[in-house]
């Protein structure tokens, strides 16, 4: 509704309102990224050069996040695979000789290894 | 137990250091010994806000660094005894502040006076960082723009995560809002945040809201405290700020609730 009004009226909205929602947004963003761990950023570089090795991947496709989910936090790991286009066996670091292993399922319920228990 | 007071607020020109001099002012007046310093290393002003410009002989990194006494050092207010003021040095090397330095002196601060002021530097520098790092209390100073309320929220998250309180896992600093320069007149036109506005965003406790005043600039024209200047509408709001600072209830002045739009009241907030 209000967002209609806005469209129809737009010099309805005066300037505190836009001042306050602008600030919303951007400090909604600030807050997030701030209780961020340092090592998000070279966490997210390494991961793109494992995964580069196997399937063509540009850095835009991953993204590393820490959430909260109740009492646990949550790293999130995202890998956007364009067309799961594998590289030729040849160029990988290393060719896979283990036998299949089950994919590790990720549990938000249970505290991940990784996060330090309090209390 | 004295408590350390921080005056901070990430933006330069909210009013810090007008403010650092109108609470230690106001506490004084309340009969609190307090001491005002000036953590602005290089840039020394609460002197002449503070009007003992001409009395300074030594100064803070004077004393870190053992060339000279606390007591050498404290200015003693002419107009109330139980207000001290401890100037900075006007040093380049803002690096001067060392941690340790600053921890001694204001354990030995600590001994004698009941509130500890502490005015912070614009920016989250090492001055900034070092003058809000010990603090028990932050009475973080804002104006209604968008600007200041988001430096403020960067204050807080620091506050939160680079304090001695948050190193140490102690109970966190407490933190308050004040709110200075308010104009009721550009709120109520919807040219300017209003206080309802700006503790929703930062949501932390109001501890006053200061109106654009005359008499600031007046205070800081003639060296005076403007909570010294009781009769004006900013030391009004100071001396109630500080009356809920030590615990007291006081009604707050010059914020009428918003006045909202015939459109807004018909159309509800939706």
């Given at each position: 509704?209000?967002?209609?009004?806005?469209?129809?009226?737009?010099?309805?909205?005066?300037?505190?309102?836009?001042?306050?929602?602008?600030?919303?947004?951007?400090?909604?963003?600030?807050?997030?990224?701030?209780?961020?761990?340092?090592?998000?950023?070279?966490?997210?570089?390494?991961?793109?050069?494992?995964?580069?090795?196997?399937?063509?991947?540009?850095?835009?496709?991953?993204?590393?996040?820490?959430?909260?989910?109740?009492?646990?936090?949550?790293?999130?790991?995202?890998?956007?695979?364009?067309?799961?286009?594998?590289?030729?066996?040849?160029?990988?670091?290393?060719?896979?000789?283990?036998?299949?292993?089950?994919?590790?399922?990720?549990?938000?319920?249970?505290?991940?290894?990784?996060?330090?228990?309090?209390? | 137990?004295?408590?350390?007071?921080?005056?901070?607020?990430?933006?330069?020109?909210?009013?810090?250091?007008?403010?650092?001099?109108a609470?230690?002012?106001?506490?004084?007046?309340?009969?609190?010994?307090?001491?005002?310093?000036?953590?602005?290393?290089?840039?020394?002003?609460?002197?002449?806000?503070?009007?003992?410009?001409?009395?300074?002989?030594?100064?803070?990194?004077?004393?870190?660094?053992?060339?000279?006494?606390?007591?050498?050092?404290?200015?003693?207010?002419?107009?109330?005894?139980?207000?001290?003021?401890?100037?900075?040095?006007?040093?380049?090397?803002?690096?001067?502040?060392?941690?340790?330095?600053?921890?001694?002196?204001?354990?030995?601060?600590?001994?004698?006076?009941?509130?500890?002021?502490?005015?912070?530097?614009?920016?989250?520098?090492?001055?900034?960082?070092?003058?809000?790092?010990?603090?028990?209390?932050?009475?973080?100073?804002?104006?209604?723009?968008?600007?200041?309320?988001?430096?403020?929220?960067?204050?807080?998250?620091?506050?939160?995560?680079?304090?001695?309180?948050?190193?140490?896992?102690?109970?966190?600093?407490?933190?308050?809002?004040?709110?200075?320069?308010?104009?009721?007149?550009?709120?109520?036109?919807?040219?300017?945040?209003?206080?309802?506005?700006?503790?929703?965003?930062?949501?932390?406790?109001?501890?006053?809201?200061?109106?654009?005043?005359?008499s600031v600039?007046?205070a800081?024209?003639?060296?005076?405290p403007v909570a010294?200047d009781?009769?004006?509408?900013a030391g009004?709001?100071y001396?109630?700020?500080?009356?809920?600072?030590?615990?007291?209830?006081?009604?707050?002045?010059?914020?009428?609730?918003?006045?909202?739009?015939?459109?807004?009241?018909?159309?509800?907030?939706?």
């Amino acid at each position: 509704m209000r967002r209609l009004l806005d469209l129809l009226f737009p010099e309805r909205r005066n300037s505190a309102v836009i001042a306050k929602d602008r600030l919303k947004i951007v400090l909604a963003h600030e807050r997030a990224s701030r209780d961020a761990p340092d090592f998000l950023p070279a966490l997210q570089k390494e991961l793109l050069e494992v995964v580069a090795r196997y399937v063509e991947i540009r850095s835009d496709m991953i993204r590393v996040n820490v959430g909260q989910s109740g009492d646990t936090s949550l790293l999130e790991i995202n890998v956007e695979i364009d067309g799961a286009k594998a590289k030729p066996v040849k160029n990988r670091a290393a060719p896979v000789t283990r036998p299949p292993q089950p994919t590790p399922r990720f549990e938000p319920e249970a505290a991940a290894p990784w996060v330090k228990q309090s209390g | 137990m004295a408590r350390v007071i921080v005056l901070t607020s990430g933006k330069g020109g909210v009013g810090k250091t007008t403010s650092a001099a109108a609470i230690a002012a106001g506490l004084a007046l309340r009969g609190k010994r307090t001491v005002v310093i000036d953590f602005d290393v290089g840039l020394r002003n609460l002197d002449l806000v503070m009007g003992c410009e001409r009395r300074v002989v030594f100064d803070f990194i004077n004393v870190i660094n053992g060339d000279a006494k606390l007591n050498q050092a404290l200015i003693k207010d002419k107009r109330n005894d139980n207000l001290y003021i401890f100037p900075t040095s006007q040093t380049r090397d803002k690096e001067a502040l060392k941690r340790d330095g600053v921890e001694r002196v204001l354990e030995e601060l600590k001994e004698n006076f009941d509130y500890i002021v502490c005015d912070s530097p614009a920016g989250i520098e090492h001055g900034a960082i070092t003058a809000l790092y010990f603090a028990d209390s932050a009475i973080v100073v804002t104006n209604p723009e968008v600007s200041s309320v988001r430096d403020s929220d960067r204050i807080l998250g620091i506050l939160a995560s680079k304090s001695r309180r948050a190193e140490h896992n102690l109970e966190p600093v407490d933190v308050h809002l004040l709110l200075t320069r308010y104009s009721l007149e550009r709120v109520k036109k919807g040219e300017m945040l209003s206080v309802e506005d700006v503790k929703e965003i930062l949501s932390i406790p109001l501890l006053g809201v200061i109106p654009e005043s005359e008499s600031v600039l007046r205070a800081s024209n003639t060296g005076t405290p403007v909570a010294f200047d009781g009769e004006s509408p900013a030391g009004r709001a100071y001396l109630d700020a500080v009356a809920r600072f030590v615990g007291e209830q006081r009604e707050m002045r010059f914020v009428q609730p918003e006045r909202r739009s015939i459109f807004r009241t018909l159309f509800g907030r939706a």
